[in-house]
């Protein structure tokens, strides 16, 4: 399987001070497609945020006062960036990164453009999670019930899992619609679950995978991914249980044969990164053969 794990949401705020108009539309060299964050089409107006990222930013006020407004729309925290394009005219306060609680709306930064400046240009880029999280050493069960089960593509596997996001990612073989379990409980974070298609065309289908994000207590994050159409089970915020069915495998975005993705992540500032985890089978600890030790083709994606 190939994938673009996350996740960044990127985007570009213009402000014309003269008519107290904001517009807001994605930055295309900051954008990185992640799992199911598609790009924004249309531009918000500038008091109302949109749902379609990690976060978004909206401009209050008038009169060269304006305040910037952060809203995370994740049931977790996410880490933000808020920034001015290469060459724009400096403003006081501005680079800042701060750390959103989960559905949290805030005013970052309050912004007096001079009076001479014909438009404010923002970046903001967001990343799910907090950097201050320490990942423990902890057991994660299988997630999903069964004795015999294949693996397409343990971690490091040449295909696909060679980004930092996706190095510790395991793929397992499942037929759409297995059950897919919570290996650790933790709180839901993120869901995205209606889409149908799958495909070979990274620009098209990287963005179209089903997927489930949920944070442990420990502020590490777990991603299940390529899940069916419909095949979440489980809403933004809810308690889940280690064991607990949350999904239904599938076979959606970037892919060619019905598998599991599944990866722990940690934001290492405003990065992700894949984090190693030990994952306990009925019958033991699992233990994967690095590919680069072997010969053997990665398996279907």
Known sequence: ??????????????????????????SAPSWRAGWGLVEQTNAPAPTTSSGAGIATVRLDGGGGHWQARVDNHLFGPVQVALRQPTGATALPGLPLQTVLAGSA??????????????RLDLLLDAVPGDPAASPQDVAYLLPFDARRFQ????????????????RDAVDFALAEGTPVLAARAGRVMQVQGNF?????????????ANFIRVLHEDGSMAVYAHLQANGVLVRGGQRVEAGQRIGLSGNTGYSTAPHLHFVVQANRGMQLRSVPVRIVAPQGELHFARESDSDGAPGAP
């Open 1 to 26: 399987m190939r994938h673009a794990m996350l996740m960044r949401h990127a985007m570009l705020l213009m402000l014309f001070p003269l008519t107290g108009l904001a517009t807001a539309a994605p």
């Open 105 to 118: 709306s805030v005013v970052v930064s309050r912004l007096q453009p001079p009076a001479e400046v014909p």
């Open 151 to 166: 693996v397409t593509q343990a971690p490091r596997g040449r295909f696909s899992h060679t980004d930092a996001e996706n």
């Open 196 to 208: 149908h298609e799958n495909g070979r065309d990274p620009g098209r289908d990287r963005e179209r």
